[in-house]
């Protein structure tokens, strides 16, 4: 039993790094995704008050 102890304590570490790429990389999309959205609606917004 003390051997699964050592293992899960070595395994620790890893998993915090990946819970920590996880949110920055999910926070990288999301704040990608919500700038799409603002250009978009800027652009059809310039598009229907621009004179044709």
Not at 3 to 30: E, K, T
Not at 39 to 48: D, G, I, P, T
Request: cysteine-free.
């Amino acid at each position: 039993m003390g051997d699964f102890w050592a293992n899960l304590g070595a395994l620790v570490p890893s998993i915090g790094v990946l819970a920590i790429f996880v949110v920055v990389v999910r926070s990288m999309i999301q704040g990608d995704r919500r700038a799409r959205a603002e250009r978009l609606k800027l652009e059809q917004e310039l598009r229907e008050d621009s004179p044709r």
